[in-house]
């Protein structure tokens, strides 16, 4: 039994890395699309695309070695040392060399719900930051679960990931939001001139980088939260496998969401960083497979299910 579980959560592991390379690939590939059809729409093939994907690189160096400290600036987060909770210390350092990482710096949110999340570009610049009402309300079984959890977070480069996947969101947001004010400040009239020389296929070629321009924001949100949905699926299985105690994850994830208190130095730009939602969004599987698409985080029946088969 014990083998077959650790087969389970491999293939769990696998599946989760297998679509999120998928989600990204096509997260790309859209992108490229959106911009060739917006430069044509505009007969600017080049220079428009090139110009939002030069602010693009200029938020991709600002988030890649500052977003952590914003975050962690964000959630009132306070770095401690090892005399301050030699248990805590203990307990992620006897993590990290099971994991194979090394140990990140510690900090503590002092709010009394309980929460996690973990930061940082790499696992020699990661920060793992704990509540008070974490520390407070779950034992030692369940809180080397939420641990574990989030040094998988580290060890898969999830947060420079999601980084990553943010500021492919944004590129979207601004490329579509460059357009939409070219064609209404400028643009336009040169667009409608060119395609009434270039014939009806100019014009349609306009319509579709419009409606493109309108819907791609929608888009991006939906494939940035697919993402983020998988990569807590991995983080679940990856905790699992460090702590070889699935039922001890589950059963902070139960008392995590049995808890209704929210996270006061929350906000839905860092919500989907933490173990489960902060804000305390109801995210059920009844809502539906629409509504689905819009949490940060899966259900937790699903993740619940998913720890219990392994």
Same mark, same amino acid.
């Given at each position: 039994?014990?083998?077959?579980?650790? !087969?389970?959560? +491999?293939?769990? !592991?696998?599946?989760?890395?297998?679509?999120?390379?998928?989600?990204? @690939?096509?997260?790309? =590939?859209?992108?490229?699309?959106?911009?060739?059809?917006?430069? @044509?729409?505009?007969?600017?093939p080049y220079l428009f695309p090139a110009i939002a994907f030069l602010i693009a690189a200029?938020?991709?160096?600002?988030?890649?070695?500052? &977003?952590?400290?914003?975050?962690?600036?964000?959630?009132?987060?306070?770095?401690?040392?090892?005399?301050?909770?030699?248990?805590?210390?203990?307990?992620?350092?006897?993590?990290?060399?099971?994991?194979?990482?090394?140990?990140?710096?510690?900090?503590?949110?002092?709010? &009394?719900?309980?929460?996690?999340?973990?930061?940082?570009?790499? *696992?020699?610049?990661?920060?793992?930051?704990?509540?008070?009402?974490?520390?407070?309300?779950?034992?030692?079984?369940?809180?080397?679960?939420?641990?574990?959890?989030?040094?998988?977070?580290?060890?898969?480069?999830?947060?420079?990931?999601? %980084?990553?996947?943010? !500021?492919?969101?944004? %590129? $979207?947001?601004?490329?579509?939001? @460059?357009?939409?004010?070219?064609?209404?400040?400028?643009?336009?009239?040169?667009?409608?001139?060119?395609?009434?020389?270039?014939?009806?296929?100019?014009?349609?070629?306009?319509?579709?980088?419009?409606?493109?321009? $309108? @819907? &791609?924001?929608?888009?991006?949100?939906?494939?940035?939260?697919?993402?983020?949905?998988?990569?807590?699926?991995?983080a679940d299985a990856g905790g699992a496998m460090i702590t070889r105690d699935p039922e001890?994850?589950?059963?902070?994830?139960?008392? /995590?969401?049995?808890?209704?208190?929210? /996270?006061?130095?929350?906000?839905?730009?860092?919500?989907?960083?933490?173990?489960?939602?902060?804000?305390?969004? +109801?995210?059920?599987?009844?809502?539906?497979?629409?509504?689905?698409?819009?949490?940060?985080? *899966? *259900? !937790?029946?699903?993740?619940?299910?998913? =720890?219990?088969?392994?």
């Open positions: 039994m014990a083998e077959l579980a650790r !087969i389970n959560i +491999y293939d769990q !592991i696998d599946s989760n890395r297998r679509k999120t390379f998928f989600f990204i @690939l096509g997260f790309v =590939l859209f992108i490229v699309l959106l911009g060739w059809i917006i430069g @044509l729409a505009l007969n600017e200029v938020s991709a160096v600002t988030s890649y070695y500052y &977003s952590d400290k914003m975050v962690l600036g964000l959630s009132g987060a306070k770095e401690i040392k090892k005399q301050d909770d030699p248990d805590l210390y203990n307990l992620v350092d006897n993590l990290c060399i099971g994991a194979g990482l090394p140990q990140p710096k510690i900090f503590i949110i002092n709010d &009394s719900a309980p929460n996690a999340f973990a930061t940082g570009r790499d *696992p020699q610049h990661a920060v793992v930051a704990v509540t008070t009402g974490l520390l407070d309300k779950l034992n030692k079984r369940e809180l080397s679960g939420v641990i574990a959890h989030e040094l998988t977070h580290v060890g898969n480069y999830d947060i420079r990931l999601m %980084t990553i996947v943010a !500021i492919l969101a944004g %590129t $979207v947001v601004l490329m579509s939001d @460059l357009f939409l004010r070219w064609t209404w400040f400028g643009g336009r009239g040169r667009s409608r001139s060119d395609s009434r020389g270039g014939g009806q296929a100019q014009l349609i070629l306009f319509i579709v980088a419009v409606a493109l321009a $309108v @819907l &791609s924001p929608l888009v991006a949100q939906v494939i940035k939260l697919a993402i983020s949905r998988k990569r807590e699926f991995l001890g994850l589950a059963l902070a994830l139960e008392k /995590l969401t049995a808890d209704k208190e929210p /996270l006061e130095v929350a906000n839905k730009a860092t919500a989907h960083m933490y173990i489960i939602n902060p804000l305390k969004e +109801y995210e059920g599987t009844s809502r539906g497979w629409f509504a689905g698409m819009f949490m940060t985080h *899966p *259900p !937790i029946e699903e993740r619940l299910a998913k =720890l219990r088969a392994m």
